[in-house]
């Protein structure tokens, strides 16, 4: 009754250990190369899956910071070019 429905059985990845995570989390913190090494992990189909799921969210709270930056920046452009900051009490 393991396999009630008879589903095939998937391949459990191997764990991740904690030096593999520390490495991981340290090569991705380096700017441009971390960025790119993400990248990698993320599109490799041979390497462990759970640190191409990691990669792939990591990935995904980048876009939604640089959405979130380029929003931000948006607005502080848009006020710029129609003077809304021109009234602001200045400290003179």
Known sequence: MDNYMN????PKAP?????????TILI?????????????????????PNKSNWAKATLIWYAIGFGFVMLVLFFIGFGAITGVFDDVPTWD
Do not use: H
């Open 7 to 10: 589903f095939p059985e998937q």
């Open 15 to 23: 764990i991740v250990k904690t030096s593999d995570w520390f490495l």
């Open 28 to 48: 991705s913190s380096i700017p441009l190369i971390g960025f790119i090494m993400l990248v990698v992990w993320a599109i490799d189909k041979e390497g462990n």
